[in-house]
């Protein structure tokens, strides 16, 4: 049963960082490609960045370009989103998704594995 948990969020000031992980089971995770995505109130859920786990190769929004890191720990199964110089604007539920293929998946409807979310909250 593929699983993935995200954990880290919560709440901070405007210009702070948050580091969000997603731990992964009951896949080969060097197989897949894993996706963080964002939703908030009463918006639709948009991707942030993702990474394919066998070559490593990455995308970004626009929108947190230079600002946010991904990265993946192919040893723990986990991939991390690093989040610097943070707005109110990001604020959001993060979810990280999973899709197994032949390139790297940018687009919500291309992951069919997600995890529950963790709320990411920036005051200004």
């Known amino acids: 049963e593929v699983q993935l948990v995200e954990s880290g969020g919560g709440l901070v000031q405007a210009g702070g960082s948050l580091r969000l992980s997603c731990a992964a089971s009951g896949f080969t995770f060097d197989e897949y490609d894993i996706g963080w995505f964002r939703q908030a109130p009463g918006k639709e859920r948009e991707v942030v960045s993702c990474?394919?786990?066998?070559?490593?190769?990455?995308y970004y929004a626009d929108s947190v370009k230079g600002r946010f890191t991904i990265s993946s720990d192919n040893a723990k199964n986990t991939v991390y989103l690093q989040m610097k110089s943070l707005r109110p604007e990001d604020t959001a539920v993060y979810y990280c998704?999973?899709?197994?293929?032949?390139?790297?998946?940018?687009?919500?409807?291309?992951?069919?594995?997600w995890g529950q979310g963790t709320q990411v909250t920036v005051s200004s």
């Open positions: 998704a999973a899709a197994s293929g032949w390139r790297l998946f940018v687009r919500k409807d291309e992951y069919p594995y």
């Open positions: 990474i394919s786990n066998d070559d490593h190769n990455t």
